[in-house]
């Protein structure tokens, strides 16, 4: 596989300022990824459903199964390896190599799904994984008192899961698992609490036949000095989450271990940056309401721009100087005739306002393209005009995001 180079060329702060002072007439390059040194990617998952996500919230914990299945096939092809956490351990503490494309798989909380969706997936591709799991969530399932939202995986599937050698099992705490005032319960805890809570946790695994839990998974990836510090009394590893980074290295804090969440609707071009380590600021973009994106995937590194844009209806409309410029299109806007005239190769596209009616090398179309002028510029459709300029346009609707692959 072809390696590419990347390197991140524009802070966040920088695009974040352009974009509030309205002021984004031109493409700023945002990213521009290189290869990391040597690292393990810490994938994290929760929820995984086989129904429509219309069916859940907007929450970034659960994905569909179409999806999981498509990211551990692409894992699959592309040789990535799935560590256990011992290998991990040998990694941080006695800094034993790992294969150059390895990553970590990891599910939190411990949903019946991972049992019944991810399991079979998983040992399809011969792939190993991590469940953090709530031990008063386990208990809960078994007395069948409580329902909860998802159901938890109960004593036989965990006990089979392991047997199975696909899955280990680490700590999510027994009853931390709580957010008070914003914050995790874990936070707010004492050293004896916090103790009571692990040694209440070992006492489950312990009851039901897994061995001690070696790594934590601090919930909602919040932790203090005192929970530090009582974790490294009880395990190996401590596992924080956040959406933007999940590398560690050889010299990272074996306490301190990022993970990224797979969110619902990741593309596979943001997959692969994830495993790259080089997502750290590609994922804030969507949350504007009047950015897009533009990511050109070339022979030697991937380059992303954010456009100014809106929407209307089920279409993205996008500043076409500004997006088409990168892709090498030259736009000229002609005043006089009122019309948009885009160049690329020994094609030329004419399209005019306010009709919509479109000339490609002198020869009319025979349906519109719609193009709207707003404060002197002129915003298009993109991918209703690429097709005829020999660019092929990939989109992703959800992230308002749109992929060229540059030979």
């Given at each position: 596989m072809k390696k590419r180079l990347f390197k991140l060329i524009i802070s966040n702060v920088f695009i974040l300022s352009l974009y509030m002072s309205s002021l984004i007439t031109t493409v700023f390059p945002i990213i521009e990824l290189t290869n990391s040194p040597s690292h393990v990617t810490v994938l994290c998952y929760h929820h995984i459903t086989d129904e429509p996500l219309l069916n859940f919230s907007t929450t970034k914990a659960i994905i569909t199964k179409e999806e999981f299945e498509s990211q551990m096939k692409y894992l699959f092809e592309n040789d990535y390896h799935t560590a256990s956490l011992s290998e991990i351990e040998e990694y941080l503490y006695n800094k034993i190599p790992l294969p150059e494309k390895t990553v970590l798989i990891t599910f939190d909380d411990g949903y019946e799904s991972v049992y019944k969706i991810a399991y079979p997936i998983l040992k399809k591709y011969g792939f190993k994984a991590v469940v953090f799991l709530i031990g008063s969530s386990i208990k809960k399932d078994e007395n069948s008192k409580v329902i909860t939202k998802f159901k938890h995986l109960n004593v036989k599937q965990i006990l089979e899961m392991q047997k199975s050698g696909v899955f280990e099992f680490g700590s999510h705490t027994f009853n931390m698992h709580r957010l008070v005032d914003k914050k995790s319960i874990l936070t707010l805890s004492s050293k004896e609490e916090i103790a009571k809570d692990f040694e209440e946790l070992n006492g489950v695994f312990e009851e039901i036949g897994l061995p001690k839990?070696?790594?934590i998974a601090f919930p909602y990836g919040h932790y203090n000095k005192i929970a530090l510090e009582i974790s490294k009394k009880y395990?190996?590893?401590?596992?924080?989450?956040n959406l933007k980074d999940g590398t560690i290295y050889k010299s990272s804090d074996p306490f301190l271990l990022k993970r990224i969440i797979v969110s619902p609707n990741t593309s596979k071009e943001i997959f692969s940056a994830m495993l790259k380590g080089s997502i750290k600021n590609i994922n804030i973009i969507p949350r504007y309401p009047n950015v897009a994106r533009?990511?050109?995937?070339?022979?030697?590194q991937i380059k992303s721009y954010i456009i100014e844009s809106f929407s209307k209806g089920n279409a993205n409309f996008v500043a076409a100087k500004a997006f088409f410029a990168p892709l090498g299109v030259e736009t000229i806007w002609d005043t006089q005739n009122k019309s948009i005239i885009?160049?690329?190769g020994d094609n030329t596209l004419n399209i005019y306002h306010p009709d919509g009616f479109?000339?490609?090398n002198g020869s009319p179309l025979n349906h519109k393209i719609n193009l709207i002028v707003k404060n002197g510029k002129a915003y298009i459709i993109p991918e209703t005009a690429t097709k005829y300029l020999g660019i092929n346009l990939k989109k992703n609707n959800l992230e308002k995001a749109f992929f060229y692959y540059k030979e």
């Open positions: 839990p070696r790594a395990y190996k590893l401590g596992f924080t989450v533009l990511i050109i995937n070339e022979k030697e885009l160049k690329k479109a000339v490609l």
